[in-house]
């Protein structure tokens, strides 16, 4: 009996030793830890015990700051002195759990909160002890915000601590004080009547869309709208993204009188809108009529965000810190172009630096923005590095920008053992340009030499692949301009490794003429079904001039079904006589297939010489008493047609 007390005072010793420190001074005496915080001599002991405990007390220390609940934490934490005189030193010890208790983000979140509210309020003390604190919570972006728009006031004591905790956070500060471009305007949705339905959706996200779909629209009547959505919106992406959208088109001029309309409305989003970025932008659009209204906020942006250029900067070039807070420095800094910027990331990319991998590759994303010398010629040398990662991401950059220097390295990628490297290199090399075509004929003959006389097959395999994948990219985007990559994609066609063939089959879809449909009509008897499809494909994006080499693949009872899906897809009415021709003789396999495609040019051409008897031969395949599949495709088709015939008066 005298165990089981025992073990039963022992579980529930956590809980009143809790309920005694709130009473007696112990860990969870609120009012004490704030004393001690207070007093240089005991601080360090109030930090340890809020490292160790500080989750315990963030509720406590949240009403104190905003007296709200007051009087019952008073009573429960045993808090004797005058809660009023507690409020700077809780909104401190705030900042103390944020910087050193390891808190979840949504602890953090939890503890933010009433600085937040108090820095919005109109106590100086209260707000400059807020501002401090909040520079301790970097597992958050949204203080920056708040603490950026303490720049559209005068408070000197204020204006430095809010600068002092956004470079405290630089690396989230700074994607408020230097926000990501608005994304190109996404294609439009043509129906206004639907746009005017998804712009009034209580769903932010929809909204959102809806702003950019509107922008792409180019109606005069998205402007106003736009407009509305810049003033009104309760979600600041979507204000945000609207008055991106609105500056656009007022550079345009039209329509007429929007210019006027935006730029009267400028000044209310600058002095009272809630997103910084909102404030920050019609900040810069007055500066050249206003320059007193906003130059001094101005002033105050561009301070703090040298600050966290310098604390980027120093972090990422610190080899004291883990490698991950490193590159997340680096890849920060992609939103600062600079020349100085583009100095100090090539030194990483030097390979007598020694730098880790993760470093490197960082470094060389963050300079593959860049069209500076520094950039370029960091770039150059990094095609050189032992780590495929960082040699694809600056030979694509450099490809890119026409260098055609990137193709050796791209084509050496092409080789790599892990698939994505090897995949995205083939993308980096359908990036070229006409430029790049005869230098990738070179390879990609002397890969395919190699593949014949079966030596380095699976690397020359991969690059033969690569590059004839890539060639066929190049020419989607330059038309006849890589008419020259015909002929050896035409022998890539004959590649003894179907995965080469394959390829090949995608990129003639991109070229037209007898040629492209002979080799692809090879590739229709191809051993491996998967190169046949590729070509049928590739084929019938050749459109009518394809069509007889279907009719004539017909004939081939392998190729049947093929052949008869394409002319279903692409043919035109006198596609339906040799399908009908076929019908009789086609095996059970095929038959289905030659009933749909009758059935879709019958749908397609109701006016055609054979659409009796097509209609006939499709009511007798209906009719079958054996359930097969060109059974069921028949009566579909029938169907399909009479709802699209049209209805007798």
């Not at 939890?110 to 509210?117: D, M, N, Q, S």
Request: glycine share 8%.
């Amino acid at each position: 009996m005298r165990r089981r007390l025992t073990l039963l005072f022992l579980a529930a010793a956590p809980l009143g030793l809790l309920l005694m420190g709130c009473s007696g001074g112990g860990a969870h005496d609120v009012d004490k830890l704030l004393a001690d915080l207070s007093n240089a001599a005991t601080r360090s002991r109030a930090e340890r015990t809020l490292a160790e405990h500080g989750r315990s007390v963030i509720k406590p220390l949240s009403n104190l700051l905003t007296l709200k609940d007051i009087e019952k934490t008073v009573n429960d934490y045993g808090i004797r002195r005058d809660p009023k005189t507690l409020r700077a030193a809780a909104a401190e010890a705030l900042g103390v759990i944020a910087a050193r208790a390891s808190l979840a983000k949504a602890e953090a979140e939890t503890a933010a909160a009433p600085l937040l509210e108090v820095l919005k309020g109109s106590d100086r003390a209260l707000r400059v002890a807020a501002a401090k604190a909040l520079g301790h919570f970097t597992q958050l972006s949204a203080p920056a915000n708040d603490l950026a728009l303490t720049f559209r006031g005068d408070d000197a004591e204020l204006i430095a601590a809010a600068t002092e905790a956004l470079a405290r956070n630089a690396l989230r500060s700074i994607h408020t004080l230097a926000p990501p471009q608005e994304p190109p305007a996404a294609a439009a949705e043509k129906d206004w009547g639907r746009l005017l339905e998804r712009i009034a959706s209580t769903d932010d996200d929809i909204r959102l869309d809806t702003v950019r779909e509107l922008a792409a629209s180019r109606d005069p009547r998205a402007a106003d709208l736009l407009l509305q959505r810049a003033a009104e919106d309760q979600a600041r992406d979507v204000r945000y993204a609207a008055l991106c959208h609105c500056l656009d088109i007022a550079r345009t001029g039209q329509p007429a009188g929007f210019s006027e309309k935006l730029q009267a409305l400028l000044p209310t989003l600058f002095a009272k809108d809630d997103d910084s970025r909102v404030a920050l932008l019609a900040a810069r659009q007055l500066q050249p009529r206003s320059p007193d209204l906003v130059a001094a906020f101005l002033e105050r942006i561009a301070a703090a965000t040298a600050r966290c250029r310098d604390k980027l900067f120093g972090d990422a070039l610190d080899r004291g810190l883990d490698a991950g807070a490193r590159a997340d420095a680096i890849e920060a800094l992609v939103l600062l172009p600079s020349g100085e910027r583009d100095a100090r990331l090539a030194g990483l990319l030097d390979p007598a630096a020694g730098e880790r991998a993760r470093i490197k590759r960082a470094a060389a994303g963050v300079l593959a923005t860049s069209e500076s010398d520094a950039a370029l010629g960091a770039l150059r040398r990094a095609m050189g590095d032992d780590d495929s990662i960082v040699k694809l991401v600056a030979a694509q950059a450099l490809g890119r920008k026409g260098d055609l220097e990137a193709v050796k390295y791209l084509v050496d990628l092409l080789g790599d053992e892990e698939v994505k490297i090897r995949a995205d290199a083939s993308d980096a090399i359908g990036t070229l340009g006409p430029k790049a075509v005869p230098v990738l004929l070179d390879h990609l003959r002397g890969a395919l030499d190699r593949i014949q006389g079966k030596a380095e097959g699976r690397a020359a395999k991969y690059t033969a692949w690569g590059i004839v994948a890539g060639l066929g990219r190049i020419a989607e985007q330059v038309g006849t301009e890589a008419a020259a990559a015909l002929g050896p994609i035409t022998l890539a066609a004959e590649c003894s490794d179907p995965d080469v063939r394959r390829a090949a089959a995608v990129a003639l879809a991109q070229f037209k003429g007898p040629k492209a449909i002979a080799a692809l009509a090879q590739r229709l008897k191809d051993s491996d079904e998967s190169v046949q499809w590729h070509a049928a494909t590739a084929l019938e994006a050749q459109g009518p001039a394809a069509q007889n080499t279907f009719v004539a693949a017909l004939q081939d009872d392998a190729l049947v079904a093929l052949a008869a899906g394409a002319l279903g897809r692409m043919g035109d009415a006198e596609a339906l006589k040799p399908l009908l021709d076929r019908l009789g003789t086609a095996t059970d396999d095929a038959k289905a297939e030659v009933v749909w495609g009758i059935g879709e040019l019958l749908r397609r051409y109701p006016g055609s010489p054979h659409a009796a008897g097509a209609r006939k031969a499709l009511e007798a395949a209906s009719r079958a008493d054996d359930d097969s599949e060109a059974a069921r495709a028949a009566s579909y088709a029938l169907q399909k047609i009479a709802q699209n015939s049209p209805k007798p008066d």
